[in-house]
């Protein structure tokens, strides 16, 4: 083996040992977990981190659609063969890396043995191992999305002041908790109206949560819902992009910077193609509770 490759070889298990993966959910749709998941990639890029947005959002409100992306290629095609992983990635604001949505028909942990391997291999195989991957899932509470909060080291919980957004965020952390021994969540309050409702919609949260159910919740940051996030939305652009300035650009920009102070993976092996290895193996624990 030449030294290049040994160089090479050293390099990328460097990079793999620094991965951080943050999965951002919510109870239902509606919420602008979408916005919020390319807010905070896009801020980590400008903040340096190399990060690769990865889309499992299978709704309408799309990373390529938020953002005016025309894709041609998605895990799907890298699966069958078609394509390899470097061809379905876009390039986005902040210099990140965006892998679109499948179709509808593509789950990821229903794939025969050797397809998941398949995704591993491709991942783990990219030139430029990401720093930070951030997973866009689908609203809600199903058990693909469960299994991509648990493969995840960081989950983030986005909620709005809506009766029902509380609601099912409420249940999203139970049933994720119990169900899937996930106790630690990050939360991002959106969509506020007012300076303080944030807090006050997360104190709301958190009350709830300490009386029934045995988790921690963080409280990562509040969105304002200003005129610029609108506006940015209204142009298929990023508010961290296009008006950093904003009251909604800065607390993203926060948001990124609380998210790149918590710690990557602690496993030796922890690069992305790791995260995938958990997230195909993941289920619901055998007994108690996982931190």
């Known amino acids: 083996m030449s030294n290049n490759t040994q160089g090479s070889n050293l390099q990328r298990m460097m990079r793999r040992e620094a991965a951080k993966v943050v999965a951002v959910c919510s109870g239902k749709g509606g919420v602008g977990k979408t916005n919020v998941a390319t807010n905070i990639a896009i801020a980590l890029g400008k903040r340096g981190r190399d990060t690769c947005l990865l889309d499992t959002d299978l709704s309408l ?18 699966v069958s063969g078609e394509v390899d992983l470097s061809s379905t990635m876009l390039p986005g604001p902040g210099d990140i890396r965006i892998v679109p949505a499948s179709s509808g028909s593509f789950c990821m942990t229903d794939l025969p043995a050797a397809a998941q391997v398949g995704i591993i291999r491709a991942f783990s195989e990219l030139p430029s191992q990401p720093e930070v991957l951030v997973v866009d899932t689908a609203p809600g509470i199903s058990k693909n999305v469960a299994h991509f909060v648990q493969a995840a080291q960081h989950p983030v919980v986005v909620v709005c002041d809506e009766p029902a957004s509380l609601t099912d ?41 300490e009386n029934f159910l045995d988790v921690v ?31 909604s650009g800065a607390a993203f920009t926060e948001i990124a910077k609380t998210i790149d102070a918590l710690p990557a993976a602690k496993e030796a092996s922890g690069g992305i193609e790791f995260f995938f290895e958990r997230l195909l193996m993941a289920g619901p624990p055998s007994r108690g509770k996982v931190a």
């Open 61 to 78: 409100a799309n990373v390529d659609v938020l953002l005016g992306l025309q894709p041609l290629y998605n895990l799907s095609h890298v």
């Open 217 to 247: 919740l963080r409280h990562a940051g509040d969105v304002p819902n200003d005129r610029y996030l609108v506006k940015a939305v209204q142009e298929q652009r990023a508010v961290v992009d296009a008006y950093p300035l904003s009251a």
């Open 169 to 209: 965020a409420y249940a999203l952390i139970k049933v994720f908790s119990q169900n899937y021994g996930i106790s630690r969540f990050h939360v991002v309050t959106n969509q506020s109206r007012r300076a303080g409702d944030g807090k006050a919609l997360f104190h709301k949260l958190s009350r709830v949560t």
